[in-house]
C-alpha cells in the first residue's frame, strides 16, 4: 500500500498524521496540556494509558490540509512533542498500528513506522515506499528499539 493513501484513516476521508509521544505516567497531565497549548486547530489530542506500561502516550491526531503540507507537519508534530522535558520519544505510525508501549519500534511494526524522533532537532522520517519496505529500514527500526529499550531503563 502506498504511505500516503495509508494515511487516511479508517471511516474517514481526509488524511490523518497520527503521532504518539511517551511520557512517565506522572508527567501526562503536563504534557497532554503542552500538546494542547502547542498544538493547532487541526489536531486533537488524546491521552492513552494502561497500568502495565508503566509510560503513558499521548496521541495526536491531526488533519492534513493537503499533501503539499505532509512532511512539514509531520515534522511539526514530532518536535511539538519531543520539544516536552520528559518525552522519551515521539513516533508517527499509521492508523490501528499503537498496541501499547512495549511494541514499539517492533521489527513487525517496522514498514508502519514512518517518522520518529528522540529529541528536538532528530526527527527521522521515511516517506518512501521503497524505504518503508526495506531491510535497512527495518534496521534503523531496530537500533530506534534499543534506544527506546535505553530510555526505560534509566
Not at 40 to 48: D, F, G, K, N, S
Not at 66 to 76: K, L, N
Request: glycine letters at 8%.
Amino acid at each position: 500500500m502506498e504511505w500516503r493513501k495509508a494515511l487516511s484513516t479508517e471511516g474517514r476521508s481526509e488524511m490523518r498524521i497520527l503521532c504518539y509521544g511517551v511520557f512517565a505516567n506522572s508527567d501526562m497531565e503536563g504534557a497532554i496540556a503542552h500538546l494542547r497549548e502547542v498544538g493547532t486547530w487541526r489536531a486533537e489530542v488524546y491521552e492513552l494509558r494502561d497500568e502495565t506500561w508503566g509510560y503513558g502516550a499521548a496521541l495526536q491526531e491531526y488533519v492534513l490540509a493537503d499533501t503539499e503540507e505532509m512532511a512539514s507537519a509531520i515534522y511539526g508534530l514530532l518536535e511539538n512533542v519531543v520539544c516536552y522535558p520528559s518525552c522519551k520519544v515521539a513516533i508517527c505510525m499509521y492508523d490501528g498500528v499503537f498496541d501499547g508501549i512495549e511494541s514499539l519500534f517492533s521489527g513487525s511494526l517496522a514498514s508502519q513506522i514512518y517518522a520518529f524522533s528522540f529529541s528536538p532537532g532528530s526527527c527521522v522520517l521515511a516517506l518512501d515506499d521503497v524505504v518503508l519496505r526495506s531491510q535497512g529500514w527495518v534496521e534503523v527500526v531496530g537500533e530506534a528499539k534499543k534506544r527506546l529499550d535505553l530510555c526505560f531503563s534509566s
